[in-house]
């Protein structure tokens, strides 16, 4: 028989350089969204600037300021949700025995190192993924909650390798063991 479901390739690459590897992880890009947050973001944009030439007018000016400031919160979140699925990228490094986590987009980043040895209970967290992937669309606040690999360091759970696969991130925690063995 030929055809049948074709096979989808890993979402992550493992790049090799020197004596390290470095794996790297792309945002998850879902077309529908990306393309109805730009237009979205157009629009907010547009209403943001009217608001502003109009805010003079408004008698209440703490109503204006609550108003400018509730946008403005929108426009943040709706932008760097657009960065991040435009061009985030999760970049996954042991240096020294230590875990280092870069997220960035458009020269925004940020960056997290973990001491290897106090890393503990490294896991798949395959509850995520029921339904679709969730690629943590706003990774720079806070911690994401989305990632598919979890795990304790100084008494938190951290996440990690956002919008994998169960079966990408089984294969992602095979090699963090192998390099973090006292990360278990």
Avoid: C, H
């Amino acid at each position: 028989m030929t055809g049948g479901v074709p096979t989808g390739a890993q979402r992550y690459s493992i790049l090799r350089r020197g004596e390290g590897e470095t794996l790297v992880i792309p945002a998850v890009r879902i077309r529908f969204v990306m393309v109805f947050l730009s237009i979205w973001f157009a629009i907010w944009t547009a209403i943001g600037i009217t608001e502003v030439v109009t805010a003079q007018s408004f008698k209440p000016v703490a109503l204006a300021v609550i108003a400018i400031a509730m946008w403005s919160f929108g426009w943040i979140v709706a932008g760097g949700m657009l960065l991040w699925m435009f061009s985030g990228r999760e970049i996954i490094r042991i240096d020294g025995g230590d875990l280092e986590v870069i997220r960035s987009a458009f020269g925004f980043s940020r960056r997290r190192v973990y001491r290897g040895a106090d890393i503990r209970d490294l896991r798949v967290e395959p509850r995520l993924w029921r339904g679709t992937p969730r690629g943590g669309a706003f990774p720079f606040m806070g911690n994401s909650r989305f990632g598919a690999i979890r795990f304790v360091y100084s008494g938190r759970t951290q996440d990690l390798a956002l919008g994998l696969a169960e079966s990408e991130a089984r294969s992602v925690l095979d090699w963090l063991r192998k390099r973090l063995p006292q990360a278990q």
